[in-house]
C-alpha cells in the first residue's frame, strides 16, 4: 500500500514537472506589441511593433515602446499581426536613443534621474572639462526643479479629485544650446504650420515625441520649463489622452497657472498671475467664445497672446469659482479619446452644460472677479501696470458669441500636436520648404491628400521622431 502511494506521489510530481515544461515550450514568446506593415508618406513600407492607442477620422495612433505616436492613414496599412502591448523601454535605453539621434555619446550631454530623461545639444561638441560640468550642472538644477514642479502639480490634482495614474514612459527634456538648432528641429519635426513662427516659440511639449523641448536662453528662469513640464505631466499622468480633442484653452490655461521665481514654484491655479491677466485685458482681437469655440487664435503671432491670457483667466476662474463644475469638466475630458471629432459647436456646448452658464456670462463673471482680485493686490502694495479701474465693466457684445458655425471643410480635424510657450516679443523666423516624392502611387491610401493638407509642410508623422530629424541631412 505505501509502496503505491509513493508510486502515486511520484508519477504526479512527474506530471506536474511535465506540464510545466510544456507551459514554458509550447506557450507563445510575448509579442512586442501589434506589428503594423504600412506605407508612409514616401511610398516606402515600414514595419513597427506598437499598441493602436486610437483611430478615428481615417487614422491611426500607433503608441511604441518609448512613448512615441505615429500618425498612419488606415489606407496605408498593409498588415496587421495582434500581439500584447509593448513593454516600455527603460530610461537608461531611451537616453542611449536620444544620444545616438543627436549625434553620439561624444556630442550629446545626458543625465538620467528615473523617470526623468535631460539631454543638452550643444552648437559644437564640448570638449573643455569645466564647460561640460557646467552643463551637466544645468541638467541636474532643470531635474530637481522638474521633482519640485511635479509636487506642487500633485497637490492641484489632490485638490480637485483629478484622476491620474503612474508614469509607463520616462520624461523627457532636450535643451538645444543654440537658437537656430532649436528653430531647425521645432520646423522639421512638429505640426507647427499653422501661422506661428518658430521665432516666436520660447519651448514646447510635443503630444507624438512625448518630448520637451526647450532653448537654453529660456531656462535661466525656469519660467518656459515649468510651463511645458504641466503640459508633459497631464498626459503622462494620463489625466488626459495624446491626440484627443482638449481644447487648448484648457491646455494653456492650466499650464499658465503655475508660476516660479527660477527656484521653487511660488504661485497655483488659484493665484492671480500678472503677465497673462494683463494679455487678456488688454485684448482687442480675441473673445473668449473663441478660445473656447476652436484653437485657431493659439496657432498665429498676432493673436496667441491674447489666446494665452484668456486661457489663463477662464482657467482662473474655473478653479476659483466653479470647483465643481471644473472637476466635472476634467472628467469630461480626460474621456475623449484620441483622434476623436468633436466639432465647435459641441465645445462651447459641454462646458456651458457642465458649467451651468454661458461663456458670455463666464466673461462678465471673470471681469467682476477679477477686478476684486486686484483691488486686493492694489491694497497689498503690489505693482501692477493695469488699475483695476480700467477693467471692463460689461461683457463683450452679444453679437460676437455667434453659435452654430459652420465647419470649413471636410478635412480631419486633428488635435494639434505641440503646446508651446511664446516669446515676448515674438521673433519672424522664415519657413522651410520640405520636398516631398511626387512618384508615390496614389492609389495606396484613399486619405492620404487629406493627410497632406493637415501637415501643410510635408512632414510625415507616421514616422518616428529620429527619422523626421535626420531628414534634415
Known sequence: MLMGRLSVNLLFR??????????????????????????????????????????????????????QLL??????????????????????????????????DDKVIAHVDDPHILVYIPQQQITDKKEKGRKVALLKDAAKYLYS???????HV?????????????????????????????????SNTAGLSAGAIAGFYDALS??????????????????????????????????????????????????????TIKKG??????????????????TWDEVVRSDRTFQSDNTAGEAYGHAWGLHWLMVNNHRNEYSSYVKYLSQLKPLELVDETERVEQLEAIANTSVEKLHAEFL???????????????????????????AISETLFARHTPRVDRRPELPFTTLM???????????????????????????????SRWLNSGIDFSLPVQQRWRAKN
Open 14 to 67: 512527474w506530471l506536474s514537472i511535465l506540464g510545466f515544461l510544456a507551459a514554458i515550450l509550447f506557450t507563445a514568446t510575448p509579442s512586442p506589441g501589434d506589428e503594423f506593415t504600412y506605407f508612409d508618406a514616401e511610398g516606402d513600407t515600414q514595419t513597427v511593433h506598437a499598441r493602436l492607442a486610437g483611430s478615428d477620422q481615417g487614422f491611426f495612433a500607433l503608441e511604441l515602446a518609448d512613448g
Open 71 to 104: 500618425l498612419v492613414a488606415e489606407g496605408n496599412i498593409q498588415k496587421r499581426n495582434l500581439g500584447a502591448d509593448p513593454e516600455p523601454l527603460k530610461a537608461e535605453a531611451v537616453a542611449k536613443n536620444l544620444a545616438e539621434t543627436f549625434g553620439g
Open 149 to 155: 514642479m511635479e509636487r506642487k502639480f500633485s497637490e
Open 158 to 190: 489632490k485638490a480637485y479629485r483629478l484622476d491620474d495614474r503612474p508614469f509607463r514612459f520616462p520624461l523627457i527634456t532636450i535643451i538645444f544650446e543654440e537658437d537656430g538648432d532649436f528653430e531647425e528641429y521645432t520646423r522639421k519635426v512638429t
Open 210 to 263: 512625448n518630448y520637451l523641448v526647450l532653448r537654453e536662453s529660456e531656462c535661466a528662469t525656469f519660467e518656459v520649463p515649468l510651463h511645458e513640464s504641466i503640459h508633459q505631466q497631464v498626459f503622462n499622468r494620463q489625466i488626459l489622452q495624446r491626440m484627443a480633442p482638449v481644447p487648448l484653452w484648457f491646455h494653456e490655461g492650466l499650464a499658465n497657472a503655475f508660476e516660479g521665481d527660477g527656484k
Open 269 to 286: 491655479p488659484r493665484a492671480v498671475n500678472e503677465r497673462y491677466c494683463q494679455q487678456s485685458l488688454a485684448a482687442e482681437r480675441v
Open 368 to 394: 467682476q472677479k477679477i477686478r476684486a482680485a486686484l483691488k486686493k493686490i492694489n491694497r497689498n502694495g503690489a505693482a501692477f501696470d493695469r488699475r483695476f479701474d480700467d477693467v471692463p465693466r460689461t
Open 421 to 451: 510657450s511664446l516669446r515676448s516679443p515674438p521673433v519672424e523666423s522664415p519657413p522651410v520648404k520640405v520636398r516631398l516624392r511626387t512618384d508615390t502611387p496614389a492609389e495606396q491610401s484613399a486619405v492620404r491628400s487629406d493627410l
